[in-house]
């Protein structure tokens, strides 16, 4: 590569090349990472060890580390395409780059890790790098060799960790020194294998920390744990038979269950914390044809294989996830601070490349030479209940979606009550975090039950459940829960999957015994809120334009004003990108339906949105019980608008056990 690099600039109507790439084959993979990596270059520090792209926000940990990531998570993608032998121009500065920045005499030095060193995460793409790219280490003399082996093996050999997925970093950057021929430790190897599998909780599915905690997102598969035991069986299996065979047996297990997280336009559902991964959420099915896993029913090569490149192409859609420069920023479909972690700095999104494994795969194996396959729709249930994660997923209206119970993250995180403690999640809207603290249009409760005991100002949401339990009702799978966002109103809430008479419903169903008056707020999916001639907010519902809302969107829905509200019973909904609403179907129902014109980018999908909300306030000493019905028909190939109101008018009927349990009180 030349010493100077141009600097791609997109201007106002250019397009991203990433989304010129007709994505079919091994080459056009290979093609599409190349996308990814060459805009890095402008961006490498002097000597090659750091990666600093615009977007110079600060996180929890210091700048060195946050530009270590920017070298080392690509190493991922370039570790799959150079592993799987193909080419990159640029690879000499990743191995410059290694050099200067385990080089203690170096001005570009790294850093020694302390105890839960942000460094210890990239450690884990170096390791692998170093496992399957022999370039690296030969390209190394001996005392660069012993660089590495002090920076990589001893130092974190001696730190502290967190008890979560991190230690699999660790096993990669000992393997990563094995597999070299360098020093490493084996008893650290075995130790934190031993350990990480104490989160194995059953059906392939392992916990993102210790008993006690209920975390399954995307880290126990894609992210980290599945993904991470795959590649080990595949670079350890000769040598630890009976460690491979078991993580192969997992990730067919865990197959049969994260197949439901994605829809059969491609996309992945958003649930829980660095989803700003992007398509890092497909990274899982790679995996498995890297580590040769024999596929459960009804799953084949073709099935897989499609799952991860419509996954590819549904991030190809997505515009405006890319700097000024090409590189990706902080954010899902748009750049998003606001639903960031504290520890996501500018060049975090790369641990992206993780989708990019599949290009170690050779290209005689079956998932490339296989035809690709739709999504198996017409071979899954249309409901199903998933014990682990504590999750109902239904494949009826039109989109994956996930109703949701009992996780929540082990440690305090920005909006950690709508990454996890939502109702529901849906593959076509995306979830909505809060952008401050005051009023409704700030805490965006999409997907949420919000209570407020100051008239409005601050709004408490479900974050921690008291219990979370599937319950099996009329053959039908639910989810129980009960939840305090005061020490004295207790919640008890049902989650109702869809049913094939009226798929595009589901209901959630509170009971809430109120210690104190409180206001209450449920709301529905949040969804676009831009007219398609212009861009600007939504009319009034037009039946021939198949648009606008219903009632009006009034700017600080004061009740007070007649066109921004409907009874309960009535409900509301609004038309733009599909269609979602909300009512209300308990006997003399006293909420008002109203729409929350939610603040720009509180929703990761949509940048403008509002949330149809049922609204009420419970005396003190009060116990009500409220039967909600939320509705959602997204837009599609071949979907009408004019068509997206036709479930709206057949409300779901009650379930005759829900009506018995009623009446318990």
Same mark, same amino acid.
């Given at each position: 590569?030349?010493?100077?690099?141009?600097?791609?600039?997109?201007?106002?109507?250019?397009?991203?090349?990433?989304?010129?790439?007709?994505?079919?084959?091994?080459?056009?993979? @290979?093609?599409?990472?190349?996308? /990814?990596?060459?805009?890095?270059?402008?961006?490498?520090?002097?000597?090659?060890?750091?990666?600093?792209?615009?977007?110079?926000?600060?996180?929890?940990? =210091?700048?060195?580390?946050?530009?270590?990531?920017? /070298?080392?998570?690509?190493?991922?993608?370039?570790?799959?395409?150079?592993?799987?032998?193909?080419?990159?121009?640029?690879?000499?500065?990743?191995?410059?780059?290694?050099?200067?920045?385990?080089?203690?005499?170096?001005?570009?030095?790294?850093?020694?890790?302390?105890?839960? =060193?942000?460094?210890?995460?990239?450690?884990?793409?170096?390791?692998?790098?170093?496992?399957?790219?022999?370039?690296?280490?030969?390209?190394?003399?001996?005392?660069?060799?012993?660089?590495?082996?002090?920076?990589?093996?001893?130092? /974190?050999?001696?730190?502290?960790?967190?008890?979560?997925?991190?230690?699999?970093?660790?096993?990669?950057?000992?393997?990563?020194?094995?597999?070299?021929?360098?020093?490493?430790?084996?008893?650290?190897?075995?130790?934190?294998?031993?350990?990480?599998? &104490?989160?194995?909780?059953? =059906?392939?599915?392992?916990?993102?920390?210790?008993?006690? /905690?209920? @975390?399954?997102?995307?880290?126990?598969?894609?992210?980290?744990?599945?993904?991470?035991?795959?590649?080990?069986?595949?670079?350890?299996?000769?040598?630890?038979?009976?460690?491979?065979?078991?993580?192969?047996?997992?990730?067919?297990?865990?197959?049969?269950?994260?197949?439901?997280?994605?829809?059969?336009?491609?996309?992945?559902?958003?649930?829980?914390?660095?989803?700003?991964?992007?398509?890092?959420?497909?990274?899982?099915?790679?995996?498995?044809?890297?580590?040769?896993?024999?596929?459960?029913?009804?799953?084949?090569?073709?099935?897989?294989?499609?799952?991860?490149?419509?996954?590819?192409?549904?991030?190809?859609?997505?515009?405006?996830?890319?700097?000024?420069?090409?590189?990706?920023?902080?954010?899902?479909?748009?750049?998003?601070?606001?639903?960031?972690?504290?520890?996501?700095?500018?060049?975090?999104?790369?641990?992206?490349?993780?989708?990019?494994?599949?290009?170690?795969?050779?290209?005689?194996?079956?998932?490339?030479?296989?035809?690709?396959?739709?999504?198996?729709?017409?071979?899954?249930?249309?409901?199903?209940?998933?014990?682990?994660?504590?999750?109902?997923?239904?494949?009826?209206?039109?989109?994956?979606?996930?109703?949701?119970?009992?996780?929540?993250?082990?440690?305090?995180?920005?909006?950690?009550?709508?990454?996890?403690?939502?109702?529901?999640?849906?593959?076509?809207?995306?979830?909505?975090?809060?952008?401050?603290?005051?009023?409704?249009?700030?805490?965006?409760?999409?997907?949420?039950?919000?209570?407020?005991?100051?008239?409005?100002?601050?709004?408490?949401?479900?974050?921690?459940?008291?219990?979370?339990?599937?319950?099996?009702?009329?053959?039908?799978?639910?989810?129980? &829960?009960?939840?305090?966002?005061?020490?004295?109103?207790?919640?008890?809430?049902?989650?109702?999957?869809?049913?094939?008479?009226?798929?595009?419903?589901?209901?959630?169903?509170?009971?809430? @015994?109120?210690?104190?008056?409180?206001?209450?707020?449920?709301?529905?999916?949040?969804?676009?809120?831009?007219?398609?001639?212009?861009?600007?907010?939504?009319?009034?519902?037009?039946?021939?334009?198949?648009?606008?809302?219903?009632?009006?969107?009034?700017?600080?829905?004061?009740?007070?004003?007649?066109?921004?509200?409907?009874?309960?019973?009535?409900?509301?909904?609004?038309?733009?990108?599909?269609?979602?609403?909300?009512?209300?179907?308990?006997?003399?129902?006293?909420?008002?339906?109203?729409?929350?014109?939610?603040?720009?980018?509180?929703?990761?999908?949509?940048?403008?949105?509002?949330?149809?909300?049922?609204?009420?306030?419970?005396?003190?000493?009060?116990?009500?019980?409220?039967?909600?019905?939320?509705?959602?028909?997204?837009?599609?190939?071949?979907?009408?608008? @004019?068509?997206?109101?036709?479930?709206?008018?057949?409300?779901?009927?009650?379930?005759?056990?829900?009506?018995?349990?009623?009446?318990?009180?």
């Amino acid at each position: 590569m030349a010493e100077s690099a141009k600097q791609l600039v997109l201007g106002y109507t250019d397009v991203h090349p990433f989304s010129k790439v007709n994505i079919t084959d091994r080459a056009s993979v @290979q093609e599409l990472l190349k996308t /990814i990596l060459d805009p890095l270059k402008p961006h490498f520090s002097p000597l090659k060890s750091r990666i600093r792209v615009p977007g110079n926000t600060a996180v929890r940990f =210091d700048n060195t580390a946050a530009e270590i990531e920017g /070298i080392c998570r690509p190493m991922w993608g370039l570790a799959g395409l150079l592993g799987g032998g193909g080419e990159y121009e640029g690879t000499s500065w990743f191995i410059e780059g290694l050099k200067a920045g385990t080089d203690p005499q170096s001005p570009e030095f790294w850093g020694w890790p302390r105890d839960n =060193d942000q460094r210890m995460v990239e450690m884990c793409p170096l390791g692998f790098t170093l496992a399957v790219v022999p370039v690296f280490w030969e390209s190394l003399s001996e005392k660069e060799r012993a660089n590495v082996e002090a920076w990589l093996g001893n130092s /974190i050999n001696q730190k502290n960790m967190p008890n979560t997925n991190w230690l699999w970093f660790r096993v990669f950057g000992n393997l990563g020194l094995k597999k070299s021929g360098g020093k490493y430790s084996q008893e650290k190897i075995e130790q934190d294998i031993i350990h990480l599998n &104490s989160f194995f909780r059953g =059906d392939g599915w392992s916990n993102d920390g210790p008993e006690g /905690i209920w @975390q399954q997102d995307y880290y126990s598969g894609s992210f980290a744990i599945q993904f991470l035991q795959l590649l080990y069986a595949k670079l350890a299996g000769n040598d630890d038979h009976a460690k491979a065979a078991e993580f192969k047996k997992r990730a067919q297990d865990y197959a049969l269950d994260f197949i439901h997280y994605f829809d059969e336009e491609g996309r992945a559902t958003p649930f829980g914390r660095s989803v700003g991964y992007r398509f890092a959420m497909a990274g899982f099915w790679g995996a498995l044809a890297y580590a040769d896993v024999e596929l459960p029913a009804p799953l084949t090569w073709g099935v897989v294989k499609g799952l991860l490149l419509r996954n590819l192409r549904w991030w190809q859609t997505q515009e405006q996830i890319w700097s000024p420069t090409g590189t990706l920023t902080i954010g899902y479909s748009y750049p998003n601070m606001y639903m960031a972690e504290n520890y996501n700095s500018p060049q975090s999104p790369m641990w992206a490349c993780l989708a990019f494994i599949c290009l170690a795969v050779p290209q005689d194996h079956p998932f490339w030479t296989s035809k690709e396959e739709p999504y198996p729709t017409n071979l899954l249930p249309k409901v199903k209940a998933l014990k682990h994660p504590g999750h109902i997923i239904s494949y009826l209206g039109g989109h994956r979606m996930i109703l949701s119970s009992g996780q929540a993250c082990s440690y305090p995180m920005k909006g950690t009550h709508a990454k996890y403690g939502s109702f529901a999640y849906s593959s076509a809207y995306g979830y909505s975090v809060p952008t401050g603290c005051f009023t409704l249009e700030q805490f965006a409760l999409a997907s949420q039950l919000g209570l407020s005991d100051d008239g409005g100002e601050f709004w408490k949401a479900r974050r921690l459940c008291e219990e979370a339990v599937i319950e099996t009702h009329e053959d039908q799978p639910v989810l129980k &829960s009960i939840w305090k966002p005061y020490p004295d109103v207790r919640i008890k809430t049902y989650l109702i999957p869809p049913v094939e008479a009226t798929p595009n419903w589901h209901l959630r169903v509170h009971k809430i @015994q109120a210690g104190r008056e409180v206001m209450t707020a449920d709301g529905s999916f949040a969804i676009c809120n831009e007219r398609k001639l212009d861009g600007r907010y939504l009319d009034l519902y037009d039946a021939k334009k198949g648009e606008g809302t219903l009632p009006k969107i009034i700017g600080n829905y004061d009740l007070n004003t007649p066109e921004g509200s409907s009874p309960g019973s009535v409900g509301s909904f609004v038309v733009s990108k599909g269609a979602v609403g909300i009512a209300s179907l308990e006997a003399g129902a006293q909420r008002t339906a109203m729409l929350v014109n939610a603040d720009p980018n509180s929703n990761l999908v949509e940048s403008r949105t509002v949330i149809p909300t049922l609204q009420h306030t419970i005396k003190r000493g009060h116990t009500v019980w409220y039967v909600t019905a939320v509705y959602a028909k997204p837009s599609g190939e071949g979907i009408s608008p @004019q068509s997206y109101l036709d479930g709206w008018e057949i409300k779901p009927v009650i379930p005759t056990w829900l009506k018995d349990v009623m009446t318990e009180w």
